[in-house]
């Protein structure tokens, strides 16, 4: 069919032929017998020239003494034209000399076949663009999600150091002298702290720091100073900062470290890292071998010069609470060591069963939906948020490494694990 021409439809026939012919002599006979039929306008010839007809394709089989086949005529008239020339067709009862016989099959419409292809194209379209739309947006929703957790501790090393997991691919390393000033920095959102974790710097951190600006975070006393000289002495320091004096690095709040650790940043004209929003919580306690190097380093010092005015002794650890039930102080030893240094929180029931085990960061969240919950034992900060939540929920007994100044309802209990004798 000429290119102008827009096919609508396909008019199919079958035939049979008592007598052996070919496919031109199909042809000629529709041609032939329905010339003139309909008037001069319907002539399949004229039809053609105006691009209302296209090619007709003609299928021929012979079996012994008889031919059977298939026509199909694409036409762009309207349907009733197509339906005439149908029926003229019909009407054709010789091939040559020999008798025949033809059979409309059906007239389609191709549009509506077209109409289907491309709505199921369109589909397809459809749902591809949203597969793709759903997985970028729970691919940002991912980004989100991971940007607000707290980052994890590992080991670097032979020595196994512990570590943040952003000091392997992070442009700043943070040295902290242990364990619990890298936890504490993970706390607050800062995972590219490792700690040295001894007076003799160990190897791989002199090889972790190589290439990269490294900030030395230390403790504000005597023996941060002695650590510091240490340091100085193989690792090259970009900036040297220190926790408030008297005071630790795994004592500092998330807020005074995030203050402290911007002005490293900022001074060396590098952007301010966003930390993770972790959720602020007690320190562990401090570690054994962190405190025999200190004490080395302060015996050790006490030759070079005079000895230091002595502070007032530390007030006694607290006793247990008396009006706690030993039901209750057991339950809560029984939980401590589950979430202590994870970042969890544990919900009971009346009978000190446990409800649930989530992050401190979803407790508030997950309150309402632990039916019958009485208890709630927490690896952080008892807030006035998390009260006002709990006496909410009908929770009778809160424990925690520590308290803010909470106004506490009189049917709500507010402990801390010194307070019961877990921890001094």
Same mark, same amino acid.
């Given at each position: 069919?000429p290119?102008?021409?827009?096919?609508?439809y396909?008019v199919?026939?079958?035939?049979?032929v008592?007598g052996l012919?070919e496919?031109a002599?199909?042809?000629?006979?529709?041609f032939?017998q329905?010339e003139?039929?309909l008037?001069p306008?319907?002539?399949?010839n004229e039809?053609?020239?105006?691009?209302k007809?296209?090619?007709?394709?003609v299928?021929?089989?012979?079996r012994g003494?008889?031919?059977?086949?298939d026509a199909l @005529?694409?036409?762009?008239?309207?349907?009733? $034209?197509?339906?005439?020339?149908?029926? #003229?067709i019909?009407?054709? *009862?010789?091939? +040559?000399p020999?008798?025949?016989?033809f059979?409309?099959?059906?007239?389609?419409?191709i549009?509506a076949?077209?109409?289907?292809?491309?709505?199921d194209?369109?589909?397809?379209?459809?749902?591809e663009?949203?597969?793709?739309?759903?997985?970028?947006?729970e691919?940002?929703?991912?980004?989100?999600?991971?940007?607000?957790?707290?980052?994890?501790?590992?080991?670097?090393?032979?020595?196994?150091l512990?570590?943040?997991t952003g000091?392997?691919?992070?442009?700043w390393?943070?040295?902290?002298?242990?364990r619990a000033?890298v936890i504490n920095?993970l706390?607050?959102g800062?995972d590219?702290a490792?700690?040295?974790?001894?007076?003799? @710097?160990?190897?791989t951190v002199?090889?972790? $720091?190589?290439?990269?600006k490294?900030v #030395?975070f230390l403790?504000? *006393?005597?023996? +941060?100073?002695?650590?510091?000289k240490e340091?100085?002495?193989v690792?090259?320091?970009?900036k040297?900062?220190?926790?408030?004096?008297?005071?630790?690095?795994?004592?500092c709040?998330?807020?005074?470290i995030s203050e402290?650790l911007?002005?490293a940043?900022?001074?060396?004209?590098?952007?301010a890292?966003?930390?993770h929003?972790?959720p602020?919580?007690?320190?562990?306690?401090?570690?054994?071998?962190?405190?025999?190097?200190?004490?080395r380093?302060?015996?050790r010092?006490e030759?070079?010069?005079p000895?230091p005015?002595?502070p007032?002794?530390?007030?006694?650890p607290?006793?247990?609470t008396?009006?706690?039930s030993?039901?209750?102080?057991?339950a809560i030893?029984d939980?401590?060591?589950?979430?202590?240094?994870?970042?969890?929180?544990?919900?009971l *029931?009346g009978?000190?069963?446990?409800?649930l085990?989530?992050?401190?960061?979803e407790?508030?969240k997950r309150l309402?939906s632990?039916?019958?919950a009485?208890?709630?034992?927490?690896d952080?900060?008892?807030t006035?948020r998390l009260?006002?939540?709990?006496?909410?929920?009908?929770?009778?007994?809160?424990?925690?490494?520590?308290?803010?100044?909470?106004?506490?309802?009189?049917?709500?209990?507010?402990?801390?694990f010194g307070?019961?004798?877990?921890?001094?």
């Open positions: 069919m290119s102008t021409g827009i096919v609508k396909h199919k026939l079958k035939f049979e008592d012919v496919k002599d199909i042809i000629g006979a529709i032939g329905t003139g039929l008037g306008e319907m002539n399949l039809l053609q020239k105006v691009s007809v296209g090619r007709i394709e299928n021929v089989e012979t003494s008889m031919a059977r086949g @005529i694409p036409m762009s008239t309207d349907i009733s $034209t197509a339906a005439l020339i149908a029926a #003229a019909e009407s054709i *009862d010789k091939v +040559g020999f008798q025949a016989k059979q409309l099959v059906g007239i389609d419409d549009r076949i077209k109409k289907k292809v491309i709505v194209r369109a589909k397809k379209i459809v749902q663009w949203a597969t793709k739309t759903i997985s970028e947006g691919e940002m929703l991912k980004d989100v999600y991971d940007a607000s957790k707290p980052g994890k501790l590992t080991a670097y090393g032979k020595a196994q512990a570590c943040g000091v392997f691919d992070s442009e390393i943070i040295l902290v002298e242990g000033d920095l706390r607050a800062y590219n490792i700690a040295i974790e001894g007076a003799k @710097i160990d190897e002199v090889k972790l $720091t190589e290439g990269k490294v #030395a403790d504000g *006393d005597r023996a +941060g100073d002695l650590i510091l340091l100085q002495g690792v090259k320091i970009d040297v900062l220190r926790a408030p004096t008297g005071r630790e690095v795994e004592e709040t998330p807020l005074e402290i911007k002005d940043y900022v001074t060396e004209g590098a952007p890292p966003v930390p929003q972790a602020p919580v007690q320190m562990e306690r401090r570690h054994p071998r962190r405190e025999r190097e200190r004490e380093y302060r015996e010092e030759y070079r010069q000895p005015e002595q007032a002794a530390p007030p006694a607290p006793a247990p008396t009006s706690d030993p039901e209750i102080v057991s030893k939980v401590f060591p589950q979430i202590n240094e994870t970042l969890e929180a544990v919900i *029931d009978s000190m069963k446990q409800l085990k989530v992050p401190v960061s407790v508030i309402d632990a039916e019958g009485k208890m709630l034992v927490i952080g900060i008892v006035q009260v006002d939540a709990a006496d909410k929920a009908g929770i009778e007994y809160i424990v925690g490494h520590r308290t803010a100044e909470v106004r506490k309802p009189t049917n709500l209990m507010v402990r801390t307070d019961v004798g877990i921890v001094s």
